[in-house]
């Protein structure tokens, strides 16, 4: 079973940066360090949860939303099995519960990943982000 544990979320003023981490376990084997696809996601008070930005195992092509592109980016570190999402420019509409996922298997759609026409196998517990001056 694979377990996920954000961390990094937090109050932060429009224009300021965060970076929330997803830091990944497994409480029996572990399948190669590579071999899940990340996602992060978020949902706003009252709205449905949106794929954010969602990365690849194959080939560690990225995909983000368009209200995130430019500001945001999705990485990883296969060896301390932490994937990350670096937030800049943010803005209060960027203010979300924000979760991060992972769906084991290569060549993944991440773009549907990210668009949630799938179920994903795997989520955090997710983590505040509050844009506010």
């Known amino acids: 079973q694979l377990q996920l544990v954000e961390s990094g979320g937090g109050l932060v003023q429009p224009g300021g940066s965060l970076r929330l981490s997803c830091a990944a376990s497994a409480t029996s084997g572990w399948p190669l360090e590579d071999y899940y696809n990340i996602g992060w996601f978020r949902q706003a008070p009252g709205k449905e949860r949106e794929g954010v930005s969602c990365?690849?195992?194959?080939?560690?092509?990225?995909d983000y939303a368009d209200s995130v592109k430019g500001r945001f980016t999705i990485s990883r570190d296969n060896a301390k099995k932490t994937a990350y999402l670096q937030m800049n420019s943010l803005k209060p509409e960027d203010t979300a519960v924000y979760y991060c996922?992972?769906?084991?298997?290569?060549?993944?759609?991440?773009?549907?990943?990210?668009?949630?026409?799938?179920?994903?196998?795997?989520w955090g517990q997710g983590i505040q982000v509050t844009v506010s001056s």
């Open positions: 990365m690849s195992s194959t080939d560690g092509s990225t």
């Open positions: 996922a992972a769906e084991p298997g290569r060549d993944v759609n991440i773009q549907a990943m990210c668009a949630g026409a799938f179920a994903l196998d795997h």
